[in-house]
């Protein structure tokens, strides 16, 4: 059980077992900011201060993205892109209901009232990731897809540079040094053979850094949406802002449904209990990426992110027996430094 804070209080001792065990962790917040330092009483439970709760919290999340993509390719035929995109938003707002409760329950926390900001950045976040899966479907039509690919890795930079802009994540100067060589590696990764040809073409330009920046626009208006939620823990905050934020894009992508194609809807009812895991997961990994981004800048969250590519490459080579080239090798690599570096800074 990870520790909880109020973020209106001067200090305060975290209250679990964990807690316990860190019985010397102490946590000091600045208004409208997550910052936290601790003293942990025994060197095994530097690990599992506060402060670093979101690296595990990123990596729970990364595994959980990956096995919800796998749920909704499955479920594409026969609903089409959209149809199970909508998947994860309408049956993964029950679950998200269920979260909060758990939240309110255990931390003792009041239903929170928050501020007038909150629904901006909410609706910002909420429409820009559906926005953002827009580019990704033009993408995949496209015959430059693969450069297309390469230009949206470029997320975790430019999540780095809306951070500052818009919340003043400040990020020390090797943490900037590991995002960088983490999307290059990255990049290397995600090209192919014969693709670097279209680098010139304007359309996967567009495309890649379009989805790339409003994919990033969507990570750091979430993170402000949280830090504007007072007066509970970032556990209530985080479970609150996911919570309105099914709910927003279940609201848009059904409406746009039952206009376009009523349908989809009714075989989505129909496939209930394949979609209900799908949600789960898709709620699931929300979860853990909006308490990461109530701990730290999210810029860090989705440079560590980048290890779903680590895990995908796993698949295709244990699952799929698909070899590594020489290239994929050098980016794996890269991105492994990358998250080392920020993961030390």
Not at 47 to 74: E, H, K
Request: with cysteine; glycine share 8%; net charge positive.
């Amino acid at each position: 059980m990870s520790p909880c804070f109020r973020r209106d209080d001067i200090e305060l001792v975290a209250r679990s077992q964990v807690s316990h065990a860190l019985s010397r962790l102490t946590v000091y917040l600045l208004p409208g900011t997550l910052r936290a330092y601790s003293r942990p009483a025994h060197p095994l439970a530097r690990m599992f201060t506060l402060s670093s709760l979101w690296i595990p919290f990123t990596i729970v999340a990364a595994f959980g993205q990956v096995a919800r993509n796998a749920m909704q390719r499955q479920l594409t035929g026969p609903l089409g892109t959209w149809g199970a995109t909508n998947i994860r938003f309408l049956f993964g707002l029950p679950f998200s209901v269920v979260f909060f409760l758990l939240a309110i329950i255990v931390t003792g926390d009041p239903v929170p009232w928050p501020m007038a900001a909150f629904w901006p950045w909410l609706l910002s976040g909420a429409l820009s990731q559906i926005v953002g899966t827009g580019f990704m479907l033009l993408a995949m039509n496209d015959r430059s897809f693969v450069v297309t690919t390469a230009y949206m890795k470029t997320e975790a930079i430019q999540t780095a540079i809306f951070g500052f802009i818009f919340l003043g994540d400040h990020l020390t100067s090797a943490k900037v040094i590991a995002i960088m060589i983490a999307t290059v590696g990255v990049v290397v990764t995600a090209l192919r053979p014969g693709g670097q040809k279209s680098f010139a073409d304007l359309r996967p330009t567009v495309l890649g850094l379009g989805a790339a920046a409003v994919f990033a626009i969507s990570a750091v208006s979430f993170r402000g949406a949280i830090i504007a939620v007072p007066g509970v823990t970032f556990v209530t905050a985080a479970s609150y802002t996911l919570m309105w934020s099914l709910f927003v894009q279940t609201l848009i992508l059904s409406v746009y449904l039952l206009l376009r194609a009523p349908d989809v809807l009714r075989k989505i009812l129909g496939l209930w209990r394949p979609s209900m895991f799908a949600g789960f997961m898709g709620a699931f990994s929300s979860q853990f990426w909006f308490l990461a981004f109530a701990l730290t800048a999210a810029a860090n969250v989705r440079t560590l992110a980048l290890i779903e590519v680590l895990f995908a490459q796993g698949v295709a080579y244990f699952s799929l027996k698909q070899p590594f080239s020489l290239r994929e090798v050098f980016g794996i690599v890269l991105i492994v430094i990358g998250v080392a570096l920020l993961i030390a800074a």
